[in-house]
């Protein structure tokens, strides 16, 4: 039987493959693979949505690319507003990373840009709007394969997780922004003693067509400026891998309550059914492309490897369960039993009961219903799995050539946030150091652009973490990263949660002489 879903999908893929098959692409830029910012539409739980995508003229969506090769694109705006979508860890030149004016103004519609650059060594990659058309689902895997990905005897599996609603994401903000009781609304908690501190400029351009305030805060008398306080809180609670609970501690975990979680753009009354061999290995590639929700993976009877994040390989962590936060990915082996069945792989609403998923099956496996709410709360997001995590090939040991302290500070009650500085210079070739210390009761996942960097420290003590671009900064705790500047630019420096940094939690790393 035909049923509604089926139909949208049938219906969808038609007319997506037919839209784009006539892609445009200018003579500049014929010998680039074309991709469409363009409007679509999903199902959810029964309800048809219209939302955006990034569309190859086949009707997929996202891109699967060689490791070594090229990232030669020709993008090209149909979905009838102005965008720009950002590489999300890859390191292209400054001028083709995707942050509006900075420096390329926004796409206009109708427009095509191409892009050109060495796509790098591989890994998992997404790539997405940088404004709040991100909330819309303008988003896909953008999948780097390394030659030994190929010539693996295992199945790959790509999961993009997404938070959604059925209402606009300027609602939403509007909503987060109404005084004393908007924070609650949307699902958040005002924090004592933070309310009526002083704005300290403007983010022109850099979301939404329009100037976004920064706000910033003078912490005098509340935290102290040195060394951040960190008695009694220097190891995480809880011992799951990547998740735990921060005792005695008013945590902010999600001040927006959405419509829907997704993982490939359906939810769980409806999930993907991957078909997998008995006895098989699966590689998972799982990319947090929600704007505001953190999720914890959970494997569930398969017991699962941890091998990369954020596309740079680590030595392997064993478990069930692993947290991670918007704009991360984690890569996990899973094998199969011999005897087959079907395997729900889930995302757990951090410290909530929401959760979404697929469920890999082997043939002739049932596939019961797996309710989209859980019975128990999922925890709250720790920095266990951070600290346990090693990379496979670490930044060589070096004395930082510069230091930056960076000050996150936030308000729920007028949903206001910011780092200490606007900019925080750089020179070409400096190994640089930050340290990221958190002073709001919201956790804040912080993403460099155009580089990657090293956790080389948390809470002050020093160890030898993983490589990545994204990294969570829980609530009153300090994280140390070391980058090595060697991609000029102003490149944006910013709170992966869409609304923290459309807000003002954005800044720039910034070249000097650029």
């Known amino acids: 039987m035909l049923n509604r879903r089926t139909l949208l999908r049938s219906t969808v893929g038609l007319g997506a493959a037919g839209l784009l098959s006539g892609l445009r692409v200018p003579a500049f830029a014929q010998a680039a693979a074309p991709l469409a910012a363009t409007t679509r539409t999903i199902d959810v739980d029964g309800r048809a949505a219209t939302v955006l995508g990034l569309l190859r003229p086949d009707g997929g969506h996202g891109l699967t ?113 109404k005084p004393a009781s908007g924070a609650a609304a949307a699902g958040g908690h005002a924090m004592p003693g933070m309310a009526g501190m002083a704005p300290m400029g403007g983010m022109k351009g850099m979301m939404d067509h329009g100037s976004m305030p920064m706000a910033g805060h003078d912490m005098k008398g509340m935290m102290d400026h040195g060394a951040m306080p960190m008695a009694g809180m220097k190891h995480d609670m809880g011992g799951m891998a990547g998740a735990g609970g921060m005792a005695g501690m008013a945590m902010d975990l999600n001040d927006i309550d959405y419509d829907a979680y997704l993982a490939n753009d359906r939810t769980l009354s409806d999930p993907e059914v991957v078909r997998v061999e008995k006895g098989g290995t699966v590689r998972l590639r799982i990319i947090d492309g929600a704007t505001s929700t953190a999720f914890v993976i959970d494997t569930g009877a398969l017991e699962a490897t941890l091998i990369e ?65 859980g019975s128990i709360k999922a925890p709250a997001l720790d920095l266990t799995l951070e600290r346990s995590l090693e990379a496979a090939t670490p930044l060589a040991a070096k004395t930082p050539d510069r230091t930056h302290v960076v000050d996150l500070t936030g308000d729920m009650a007028g949903y206001s946030w910011a780092m200490s500085a606007e900019n925080f210079p750089v020179k070409q070739g400096e190994r640089v150091e930050i340290t990221l210390r958190n002073h709001s009761m919201m956790s804040h996942p912080m993403h460099l652009h155009g580089h990657h960097f090293q956790v080389v420290a948390i809470d002050g003590e020093r160890f030898a973490g993983a490589v990545r671009d994204t990294v969570p900064v829980p609530p009153m705790r300090t994280v140390t990263i070391a980058v090595d500047a060697g991609n000029p630019g102003k490149w944006a420096f910013h709170c992966h949660h869409l609304y923290h940094m459309a807000t003002g939690m954005m800044a720039y790393f910034a070249y000097e002489g650029v």
């Open 65 to 177: 690319l060689d490791a070594g090769g090229r990232f030669a694109v020709a993008l090209e705006n149909r979905c009838g507003e102005p965008t720009l979508i950002h590489w999300h860890g890859l390191t292209p030149p400054w001028e083709q990373d995707g942050v509006p004016n900075l420096p390329k103004p926004l796409l206009a519609p109708g427009e095509t840009r191409a892009y050109d650059f060495p796509v790098g060594e591989g890994g998992t990659f997404w790539m997405h709007a940088h404004t709040l058309q991100e909330q819309r689902l303008l988003a896909a895997p953008l999948i780097v394969r390394r030659a030994a990905d190929r010539a693996a005897d295992e199945q790959e599996v790509v999961v993009l997780l997404h938070d959604f609603a059925f209402r606009s994401p300027e609602e939403i903000l509007a909503d987060l922004r």
């Open 309 to 373: 994040v954020d596309g740079q390989p680590v030595v392997p962590v064993a478990g069930r369960r692993f947290g991670m936060t918007m704009g991360q990915r984690i890569d996990l082996r899973v094998t199969l039993p011999k005897e087959g069945g079907a395997f729900p792989i889930l995302a757990l609403r951090e410290g909530s009961v929401e959760r979404t998923g697929i469920v890999l099956a082997t043939a002739g496996a049932e596939v019961r219903k797996v309710p989209g709410v």
